[in-house]
C-alpha cells in the first residue's frame, strides 16, 4: 500500500475555501430537494392549476381553450357595448403588446406617461406583458391613473433593492440570484385593491395577459390575470404574484416558480415556470389563431384593429468591445440572441397584424440612446431611459415596419 502525504498542508484559506464549497453544496443540496411532483407528460394539456379554472392556455398553437376564451371576451364586449360601457369597442379595438428587456422597460413606462400626455392614448381591449412587460402590464391595463406608479417602479429601484446574490450557494442551488426583495416589491403595489379593479374590467370584455415559460414542457403559457383577479378566490392574489415573478425568472439567474397544479386523474402535482422571454419576447395570441374570422363569426361583423407593440430594447446592433472572460462572453452572447429574437417576433406579430386585416405599429430604444447602464438595474439609466421614452411616447413616435425593415434588424 502507499502511505501518501502532502508536501505542504493545506492552507487555512484553502481549507476554508474548500470548507465552504463543501457546505454550498449540501446546502443546495437541502434545499433542492424539496420534493417536486412534476407532472406526467401525458397529463400536460389538461392540467388545470389548483382551485382554478380556465385561467390560461398554450401559447404556441390554436386550441379550443383559446376559443373558449375568445368567444367569452366577445360576449362580454357585446353586452358592455349594449349598456354603454364600453361603447367605442362596437367598431374599434386597441391591443398592447409589451417586451421583456430588464431595466430597459423603463422605456415602457415612460412611453405610456407620454402617450397619456399627448392625450391620444387609447382604452386597451388587450394588454400583454412579457418578464418587465409583465411588471409594467397591470399599470398599462388600468390607464394613466396609474403612471404615476408605473414611473416610480421603473425609477426607484436598483440592484441592491431587487436582489441579492447568493455566492456559492447559487452556482449549486436552483439560481444565482434571490428574488426575494423584488417579490416584496411586487407585493407592496400589487394589492388587493389593485386586483378588485382588475377583475372589474373581465364582465367589459378586456384581458390582461402575460407570458410564462414552463420549462418541464419547453413551451409558452399565456395567463390571463384577468380571469384570475376576477376568481374571487382567497389565494388569487398570491398566484397573481407568482405569474408576474414567473415571467420575469431568468433561469438559472433567478428562481423559478413552482405551480401546484391538478392533473386528470385528479392527484396535486408541480410545474416549473421561468421567464416568458425564454420562448419569445412579445406575444398576442398564437399566429394560427385568426381574430378577424372568429369575430365575424361571434359577433357578426369584424371591427377595426389597431395592434401596438413596445419593445423594451435596441433594434439594431450596438458596437461595444467584450472581455474574453466567460460570464462577459455569456452575458454579450444571450444580450445578442434576445436581440435577434425581438426582431423576429415583432416580424411574426407584424405578419399576424397583416393576416388579420389589423394596423400594426412598433417602438423600440432608438439605436442613438446614449445611455449605457453602470449595473442591471442602474436607476440613473433607467430615469434617463424613462425620458426618452417620454419624449418618444407624447410625439407619438411609432414605426410601420415593412416585413424588409423588420428584417434587416436581425
Not at 458596437?319 to 435577434?340: F, N, S
Request: charge should be neutral; proline fraction near 5%; include cysteine.
Amino acid at each position: 500500500m502507499f502511505d501518501y502525504r502532502p508536501e505542504r498542508p493545506l492552507s487555512h484559506a484553502a481549507l476554508r475555501a474548500t470548507l465552504l464549497v463543501a457546505l454550498a453544496i449540501v446546502l443546495a443540496g437541502c434545499e433542492t430537494m424539496g420534493a417536486r411532483m412534476p407532472l406526467p407528460g401525458s397529463l400536460v394539456d389538461a392540467a388545470q392549476v389548483t382551485n382554478f379554472d380556465r385561467i390560461r392556455f398554450w401559447g404556441d398553437r390554436d386550441t379550443p381553450a383559446i376559443r373558449a376564451v375568445i368567444a367569452e371576451q366577445y360576449r362580454q364586449i357585446g353586452l358592455a357595448a349594449r349598456a354603454g360601457q364600453r361603447p367605442g369597442s362596437r367598431s374599434v379595438a386597441d391591443y398592447l403588446a409589451v417586451s421583456g428587456g430588464g431595466s430597459d422597460g423603463a422605456y415602457a413606462a415612460g412611453f405610456m406617461k407620454g402617450w397619456s400626455a399627448s392625450g391620444l392614448r387609447p382604452d386597451f381591449e388587450v394588454v400583454t406583458g412579457v418578464s418587465t412587460g409583465a411588471f409594467a402590464a397591470p399599470f398599462i391595463f388600468l390607464g394613466p391613473d396609474y403612471d404615476e406608479m408605473l414611473e416610480r417602479i421603473f425609477t426607484s429601484y436598483g440592484d441592491r433593492d431587487l436582489y441579492t446574490d447568493r455566492g456559492l450557494l447559487g452556482f449549486a442551488g436552483s439560481s444565482l440570484r434571490d428574488s426575494a426583495p423584488l417579490r416584496k416589491i411586487v407585493a407592496t403595489h400589487v394589492t388587493d385593491e389593485l386586483i378588485e379593479r382588475i377583475a372589474g374590467q373581465q364582465k367589459l370584455g378586456r384581458r390582461l395577459l402575460v407570458q410564462t415559460t414552463n420549462i418541464d414542457a419547453q413551451r409558452p403559457v399565456i395567463w390571463d390575470l384577468t380571469a384570475i383577479a376576477a376568481s374571487g378566490r382567497p389565494d388569487r392574489r398570491e398566484l397573481f404574484i407568482s405569474v408576474l415573478m414567473a415571467s420575469a425568472a431568468i433561469p438559472g439567474v433567478f428562481p423559478p416558480e413552482r405551480m401546484k397544479v391538478t392533473g386528470e386523474d385528479g392527484r396535486i402535482y408541480d410545474e416549473l415556470h421561468v421567464d416568458g422571454g425564454g420562448t419569445s419576447q412579445l406575444f398576442l395570441a398564437p399566429q394560427d389563431v385568426r381574430i378577424d374570422q372568429l369575430e365575424e363569426r361571434i359577433i357578426g361583423r369584424a371591427r377595426a384593429h389597431n395592434l401596438y407593440v413596445i419593445r423594451n430594447g435596441r433594434l439594431g446592433p450596438v458596437y461595444a468591445p467584450v472581455a474574453e472572460r466567460t460570464l462577459d462572453l455569456a452575458k454579450r452572447g444571450i444580450e445578442t440572441l434576445v436581440k435577434g429574437q425581438a426582431a423576429s417576433n415583432i416580424a411574426e406579430m407584424k405578419r399576424f397584424a397583416r393576416s388579420n386585416g389589423f394596423r400594426f405599429r412598433y417602438t423600440a430604444i432608438p439605436d442613438d440612446f446614449p445611455g449605457t447602464p453602470a449595473s442591471d438595474f442602474d436607476r440613473a439609466y433607467m430615469r434617463a431611459l424613462f425620458e426618452q421614452g417620454y419624449a418618444s411616447g407624447s410625439a407619438g413616435r411609432w414605426q410601420a415596419g415593412s416585413m424588409e425593415e423588420v428584417a434587416l434588424m436581425r
